[in-house]
């Protein structure tokens, strides 16, 4: 059965507690976000949670999308897709980046970017498979 994918439109316990569970997978050298920050994250216009429930209707994957103007269009970014360990292979991944595919389409954008170390082989493959193209570029980072 397919993954259901929604859009998340409030902060609830369930949210906080799935970011919990999920952000160490993605990132153990980043903590999770509390409560008030995936509530900012859930308000901007520039972002928009995606949640992935399995059939249990446990949150078991989540994905932002960033879409926002710039003066050549607009752009859309897909960041932080994880899928928890004990769900991965049951199609959550694909289901939560086509609709952030078809979200970005549905704002205007031509094209959604994202980025997925190279270590991350399963989910390179995924992305391959949708069709997302590797670019010939640099990408530069400025810490803070």
Same mark, same amino acid.
């Given at each position: 059965m397919p993954a259901t994918?929604? +859009?998340a439109a409030n902060v609830t316990p369930e949210l906080v507690q799935a970011f919990a569970r999920l952000v160490p997978q993605l990132s153990p050298s980043n903590p999770p976000p *509390? %409560? *008030? %920050?995936l509530? %900012?994250? +859930? *308000? !901007? !216009? *520039? &972002? &928009?949670?995606? +949640?992935a429930r399995t059939d249990d209707g446990t949150i078991a994957g989540t994905l932002t999308l960033c879409t926002f103007r710039i003066p050549t269009g607009m752009r859309?970014?897909?960041e932080d897709v994880v899928v928890d360990d004990a769900a991965r292979g049951q199609g959550l991944g694909k289901a939560l980046t086509q609709a952030a595919v078809d979200e970005a389409a549905r704002r205007g954008a031509r094209t959604v970017d994202l980025t997925s170390r190279p270590s991350r082989e399963a989910a390179n493959r995924l992305?391959? !498979?949708l069709g997302f193209e590797r670019r010939d570029t640099n990408v530069y980072r400025y810490g803070l």
């Open positions: 994918v929604e +859009v *509390a %409560e *008030a %920050e509530a %900012e994250l +859930v *308000a !901007s !216009s *520039a &972002t &928009t949670l995606f +949640v859309a970014w897909i992305y391959r !498979s």
